[in-house]
């Protein structure tokens, strides 16, 4: 071994390097809950018929700062979402369930294209077990399928 290589390191790239394959491109991209999380708060305060400036104050929150929540520019805190939320007239539960909803539905229609084309009826795969399921560990017997 020479001196040369004693001296070379390995260099590890910041960024994953992009495939051979990528991603196929009729799925589509997962949202950020910060994105989904805006949109429900602008949402809501249109519908109220609310300026920004009018929810910023409620809320003791700054109008820059809201305006960033809103747009999904910025992840906000617990604290943030729930006087925002609050100055809306929703609790957090609520702006994060209609958050989650929104979630939900292109989450499932891509499992469900998956499912179809892994040759799935209904999207759904049967899951046969070659006998009893028998309780184990304290919750008992759970089958998870997939």
Same mark, same amino acid.
């Given at each position: 071994?020479?001196?040369?290589?004693t001296? =070379?390191?390995?260099v %590890?790239?910041?960024?994953?390097?992009?495939? &051979?394959?990528?991603?196929?491109?009729?799925?589509?991209?997962?949202?950020?809950?910060?994105d989904l #999380?805006?949109?429900v708060?602008?949402r809501? $305060? =249109?519908?109220?018929? $609310?300026?920004?400036k009018?929810? !910023?104050?409620a809320s003791? %929150?700054?109008?820059?700062?809201?305006?960033? #929540?809103?747009?999904?520019?910025?992840?906000?805190?617990s604290e943030?979402?729930a006087a &925002?939320?609050?100055?809306?007239?929703?609790?957090?539960?609520?702006?994060?369930?209609l958050? +989650?909803?929104r979630? #939900?539905?292109?989450? &499932?229609?891509?499992t469900? !294209? $998956?499912? $179809?084309?892994? +040759?799935?009826a209904?999207?759904?795969?049967?899951?046969?077990?070659?006998?009893p399921?028998?309780?184990?560990?304290?919750? +008992?017997? #759970?089958?998870? &399928?997939?």
């Amino acid at each position: 071994m020479t001196s040369r290589t004693t001296n =070379q390191a390995d260099v %590890i790239p910041l960024r994953p390097l992009p495939t &051979a394959d990528p991603a196929p491109r009729d799925l589509p991209r997962e949202p950020l809950w910060r994105d989904l #999380v805006g949109e429900v708060l602008r949402r809501e $305060r =249109q519908a109220q018929g $609310r300026t920004l400036k009018d929810v !910023s104050e409620a809320s003791r %929150i700054s109008m820059a700062y809201l305006s960033e #929540v809103e747009r999904g520019r910025k992840e906000a805190s617990s604290e943030v979402l729930a006087a &925002a939320a609050q100055a809306l007239g929703l609790s957090l539960a609520d702006v994060l369930a209609l958050a +989650g909803e929104r979630l #939900v539905s292109p989450t &499932a229609a891509r499992t469900r !294209s $998956r499912s $179809r084309s892994l +040759g799935t009826a209904g999207g759904h795969r049967s899951v046969r077990t070659a006998g009893p399921v028998r309780p184990t560990g304290p919750m +008992g017997g #759970v089958l998870l &399928a997939a």
